[in-house]
């Protein structure tokens, strides 16, 4: 006999956790500050990768020598393990200024500077390769063989460092504002998001719950609401107001049929 499986969920434990922010400007000034070190720390590895292109295009044009590698084809792996280091620290600082932008959003309203804030890692990676290219298919001394080996590689290190660059999931000011007046949210010490029930399936296997305003949890480090909590909470104001309309009763202006119903009764002055 196959026994029947239970769908085991974990017992959740409650923390309180109280909010540090009194105003929409004050919480503003704590995602900024969250969301700094990630910035800081992006630009660094961002500027490390750009250095690692300098020494690329230099080991390529032999301009620079690696001693303890052979003349032939020592130049060639110099230059290609300093475009892989190029390519490590562009994705690492596009990961780290995303994570920082999730934090502390720009406005959508501002399409300018939300698409550059957001799409920066694209910028960088055009900076971190594209001049690779052009002095590698330049150079005189170079040969045709060599040349199209650096372009193609240097090509691929930037797809793949635009398609990391691309933030595919952009979060915005207005929205992080919108969701902050929720009174009661849940959420993991180790978890991006913040959930508006508890009972959420992401939820099911976390003990250990902190649970405060949704300003809080952004105080917190939680990026946005969970979109499975954001789904669950509009189908039920959806199935609350059609209750509502069909609750309602119509009135078509033309008949009352709970009205009051009059007789007329004739004046008889003929009976006897």
Known sequence: MAKETEKKTVAHTYTKVE?????????????RKNAMPYRITGVIFWILAITCEVFAILFFRVALEWDFLYEEPGHTIAWIVALALDLIFLVVGS????KGN?????KRSQEIKFWCQNNLG?????????????????DKNATKKSKTLAAIAAAV?????????????????EEMLENAGINTVYWTASGTVYHTHDDCGHL????????GSSATAIENGKTRLCKTCEKKDADLLAAGEQAVTEATPVDDGEKDVGGDL???????????
């Open 19 to 31: 909010g540090k922010t009194q105003s929409k400007e004050e919480l503003l000034q704590q995602t």
């Open 95 to 98: 990961l780290l200024w995303k």
């Open 102 to 106: 999730h934090l502390d959003p720009a």
């Open 122 to 138: 694209v910028i960088v990676a055009a900076i971190a390769f594209v001049p690779f290219i052009i002095f590698a298919l330049t």
């Open 157 to 173: 290190a930037l797809i793949i460092g635009v398609l990391f660059g691309i933030d595919w999931n952009p979060h915005s000011q």
């Open 204 to 211: 099911k296997n976390t003990k250990d719950l902190l649970t």
């Open 262 to 272: 009059t007789v007329e009764i004739p004046d008889d002055t003929t009976g006897g």
